[in-house]
């Protein structure tokens, strides 16, 4: 990615986020994604929404035992913001890939420096 306009270059260095995801394919991953985003399929099977490149990295702790268990899950998505955007649209489209991630059927579980900002509160109340 030197010559992209993604990456860690420049500003937005620390806006780039880490998805883990309990989903054994990437393909399948990738596809759901894409279909939920309603956005196409780029070069190498990476996807862009909005300032953000997605792109399938295996998680390289998984098999390794770890204490927690989304680190051990097969997935990891890593959504790089464009060098030029904001850190508000950059949470923002994470966010939304976060979601679509959810709503394809994943459980998943982002690793960032603004991560708090990435879950919305539940608006409903809880049943019990």
């Not at 059927?105 to 109340?125: F, I, M, N, Q, S």
Request: proline letters at 6%; charged letters at 25%.
């Amino acid at each position: 990615m030197e010559n992209s306009a993604f990456g860690p270059a420049g500003a937005n260095s620390n806006l780039e986020c880490q998805i883990y995801v309990a989903a054994p394919s990437r393909d399948r991953l990738m596809e759901r994604l894409a279909a939920t985003l309603n956005v196409p399929f780029g070069p190498d099977r990476v996807l862009s929404y909005g300032c953000v490149e997605v792109d399938w990295e295996h998680n390289d702790y998984e098999g390794t035992g770890a204490d927690v268990e989304f680190l051990d899950w097969h997935s990891l998505l890593v959504c790089q913001p464009r060098r030029d955007a904001s850190a508000t649209a950059a949470a923002s489209d994470t966010a939304t890939v976060l979601e679509a991630v959810r709503e394809a059927g994943y459980r998943a579980v982002p690793v960032c420096d603004y991560e708090d900002l990435l879950e919305k509160p539940d608006t409903e109340p809880r049943r019990t």
